[in-house]
């Protein structure tokens, strides 16, 4: 097929660079004037520019939907995103309780080990979140990431990225363009100032890489839901920041997600291949 001379495959990976220009272009434009004016991310307009960079997962997702499908396609989308029955009952349990329960065994493993003294600190969240502006972050770092994120980089960018790739090449190629948005978090002043840690950022990069694996494998078993990808993205961010994990602990689910992912890669492998025989 071709559309205006160009070859079907040509045009959708113009269409997933142009989503990159548009997720980290847009994004970058509005988090530079904060990193430049050297002052806190959660102060006024900062925080503003801030929220407005964030829309752009969502922003290229739905321009580049709406380019290549027309209204139809964010029809489609919209379905996607809200359609619960998409969802198979066993995948609700793997989107809502992997992560947490990833976190929950390397804290066991922590105390077990004796490595960490305490390696959950709920009572700390609830004291920080007693501050208002701390609260309003919470909610931006749990409920609104999932669903400004994963509308454009699983709607979209992921996707697409499947239409051409193998679930796990799609999901790395997808983590590397995700970390490479996050880059400027470290660079504004007071960014991790309202989460529950300052992260390790050789370690915080590569989870992203491991994680998206894991959102191809279950946006593959859930008839392309996003809804699954908002839940997912919810459930990874709610344990960090609610049961404030020791940096010890963040280490023992790193290791952890990595066994997970490397399972579900191997595992995918030879059902491609229980299939190809």
């Given amino acids: 097929m071709t559309d205006g001379g160009l070859p079907a495959r040509l045009r959708e990976s113009l269409g997933l660079w142009g989503y990159v220009v548009i997720y980290l272009g847009w994004a970058w434009a509005f988090w530079g004037v904060i990193i ?10 900062n925080v503003v520019l801030f929220y407005l960079g964030s829309l752009s997962p969502a922003l290229g997702g739905v321009l580049m939907i709406r380019r290549a499908d027309g209204m139809s396609g964010l029809r489609e989308l919209l379905d996607r995103i809200s359609d619960v029955g998409r969802i198979p009952p066993r995948w609700y349990v793997v989107v809502l309780l992997l992560y947490p329960a990833l976190t929950v065994v390397a804290a066991g493993i922590a105390a077990l080990t004796g490595t960490s003294t305490q390696p959950l600190d709920p009572v700390s969240t609830f004291e920080r979140l007693s501050n208002p502006l701390s609260l309003f972050a919470f909610f931006g770092f749990t409920l609104g990431a999932g669903l400004v994120e994963e509308t454009g980089s699983t709607g979209y960018f992921l996707d697409r990225l499947m239409t051409i790739w193998s679930p796990v ?44 694996t894991l959102y191809a494998w279950i946006y593959d078993n859930t ?11 919810l459930m990874i961010n709610l344990p960090g920041e609610v049961l404030a994990p020791s940096q010890t602990v963040r280490w023992y ?11 579900v890669a191997v595992w995918r492998r030879r059902d491609a291949i229980d299939v190809l025989g």
């Fill in 36 to 45: 430049v004016s050297g002052r806190s991310v959660w102060t006024f307009p």
């Fill in 169 to 212: 090449a799609a999901g790395l190629i997808s983590g590397v363009v995700w970390a490479s948005w996050h880059v400027p978090f470290f660079l504004m002043e007071g960014y991790f100032s309202q989460a529950s840690i300052e992260p390790i950022v050789w370690r915080y990069f590569a989870t992203f890489v491991f994680l998206e």
């Fill in 223 to 233: 008839e392309r839901s996003v809804l699954a990808a908002v839940l997912f993205h």
């Fill in 253 to 263: 689910t790193f290791y952890l997600l990595i066994l997970v992912t490397v399972v």
